[in-house]
């Protein structure tokens, strides 16, 4: 069956373009079944490469309003600048680092929430998660001042099997944990209470899952990557900064969808 197509060409050159998408798919499949029957014709043929044509020069039409447009620059993704672990505040008095129980935990959770290099991967729910799930022994290190503020936090967790060995994570299972803390002193102080623990339970090693380096003179493993993509605000910015043939394959895509659930 033949069909028949609309000529007329609305004013925004988007608009047409989309409309000349789907005449080309049409045209495309008309194409493909002649094709297959052996009477291509030479109209049908022409009419395709009228398409395809306009579609080119509409693109580039597009293209150009683009760049023109106010000036602006594509987006690129910026360079990624963890926060440190380890602060530079000042803590009053000396300091003590205890195992957080129930009735200070809703206090971890919100130095957690609080620390600029945190994570969801810190909170004392992961921990429990942990416990609750597996079954692996874990501890939850807090260190306060003097005035029984909370000033830094290690989760740990016990990894212990015949392939792997015994030793302490924070945390396993994810890529990210570590200590959180205000200075350098605190997490001195969660380290070596950590380390207690280990000789506690006959640990091989501590392992600590930092993004940035401590400069705490502790043994780096470097053997492990994790890559950050960061977002812009808006859709539009994240779609202007592809180039055309990425587009095009995101369009192909859309296209060829179906139905999505």
């Known amino acids: 069956m033949d069909m028949e197509f609309s000529t007329v060409k609305p004013d925004d050159p988007k608009i047409r373009l989309e409309q000349l998408r789907n005449i080309k798919g049409s045209l495309g499949r008309r194409v493909s079944e002649a094709r297959q029957a052996g009477n291509l014709s030479d109209g049908l043929m022409q009419e395709f490469r009228s398409v395809s044509a306009e579609i080119k020069t509409l ?9 023109q ?9 910026p360079e990624i600048n963890p926060d440190c672990a380890i602060l530079d505040r000042s803590v009053q008095g ?17 130095y957690v929430l609080g620390h600029p290099a945190s994570s969801l991967w810190h909170r004392p729910v992961i921990t429990a998660f942990i416990d609750q799930t597996y079954g ?8 306060f001042s003097d005035a029984g503020e909370f000033v830094g936090i290690l989760a ?15 945390v396993p299972y994810f890529n990210y944990g570590g200590l ?10 969660l380290i070596d209470a950590a ?14 899952r930092h993004v940035r380096h401590l400069a705490l003179e502790l043994p780096q493993r470097t053997n492990k990557l994790s890559f950050w ?17 990425l587009r095009a394959q995101i369009r192909r895509g859309e296209r060829e969808m179906v139905s999505f659930t």
């Open 136 to 143: 692996h022994p874990t501890r939850m290190l807090g260190a």
């Open 195 to 208: 380390n207690q623990w280990r000789h506690q339970k006959s640990a091989s090693h501590l392992e600590l």
């Open 229 to 245: 993509l960061p977002l812009p605000k808006t859709a539009s910015e994240l779609w202007g900064s592809f180039k055309p043939k």
């Open 59 to 67: 693109q580039k039409l597009l293209k150009r309003q683009l760049k």
């Open 69 to 77: 447009a106010n000036g602006e620059e594509r987006w690129a993704p």
């Open 156 to 170: 740990l967790v016990q990894l212990k099997s015949r392939l792997f060995g015994n030793f302490i994570v924070s």
């Open 180 to 189: 959180l803390a205000d200075n350098r002193m605190v997490a001195e102080a």
């Open 94 to 110: 000396p300091l003590h680092v205890e195992v957080c129980d129930d009735r200070v935990l809703a206090a971890a959770d919100a």
